[in-house]
């Protein structure tokens, strides 16, 4: 499934995300071993230290909302996905937090997107960045929506190459683990079989260099869990395009 490409690998990761939504939140809390909330507050404490942009808040691939929930209280945000399923869980979780108030949603590409240049200080993706059809052309759309001095943050999991073998060992029992897990809890093996194979091939180095290549600089990261996650930061320069 990972040898999809184009619109075929796009309309079967929307369809794939409508099928797995109900069961999304579960399944990300037990590979991540309850561990994706702490890894999305560390994010956010990377990207707004010293953040001297101001304005809202972009949350793409926001898939249940998490990124804007786990902000606790800090400005207002949008949260966009192409999955209207997903979507909807998120609203009822921010009913239930009283957060309705704090964030807008809309259904959107990440590689058209619909808002005007320099609107947003930060830009968030959470376990959404490797599943974008075309990279370079969704951080091209990030960086015409960052302001002068915002920042773009992306938590994902990344291929476990040249992260030494304690990354290989922990990406090849993800491999192992999560088609079981989506069968059991999900009754979807085959979504649970994609999810990791995306992360071949997606390196923290090469997305490093692509972020730079779309204009930002300042690029920053922290890697974790055995370098099988990373953080990766970079900033829209205070002056001219990004």
Same mark, same amino acid.
């Given at each position: ?26 399944? &990300? ?68 937090? &009283? ?144």
């Amino acid at each position: 499934m990972a040898t999809l490409r184009g619109r075929e690998r796009a309309d079967y990761v929307v369809g794939m995300f409508g099928r797995i939504s109900g069961r999304y939140d579960l399944l &990300n809390a037990l590979m991540s071993g309850g561990r994706h909330h702490t890894w999305r507050r560390k994010a956010l404490a990377l990207a707004l230290d010293g953040l001297k942009a101001e304005g809202p808040a972009l949350d793409l691939a926001a898939g249940t909302l998490d990124f804007p929930l786990d902000a606790a209280d800090w400005g207002e945000w949008v949260a966009t996905d192409f999955s209207a399923p997903m979507l909807k869980i998120g609203v009822d979780k921010l009913h239930r937090a &009283n957060r309705v108030d704090r964030v807008g949603v809309a259904l959107s590409d990440a590689h058209t997107l619909p808002f005007k240049d320099d609107s947003f200080a930060l830009v968030t993706v959470g376990f959404g960045m490797r599943n974008f059809i075309d990279g370079p052309a969704a951080l091209a759309e990030i960086g015409r929506v960052l302001r002068p001095g915002g920042r773009l943050v992306v938590l994902d999991i990344f291929s476990a190459r040249g992260a030494g073998p304690v990354a290989g060992l922990f990406a090849f029992a993800f491999r192992a683990v999560a088609p079981v897990l989506g069968l059991v809890f999900a009754g979807d093996r085959d979504a649970y079989t994609y999810l990791p194979e995306s992360a071949v091939g997606f390196t923290y180095d090469g997305l490093a260099s692509d972020m730079g290549a779309a204009g930002l600089e300042r690029i920053d990261g922290r890697r974790l869990a055995f370098g099988s996650v990373a953080i990766l930061v970079g900033e829209r320069p205070a002056t001219g395009p990004a």
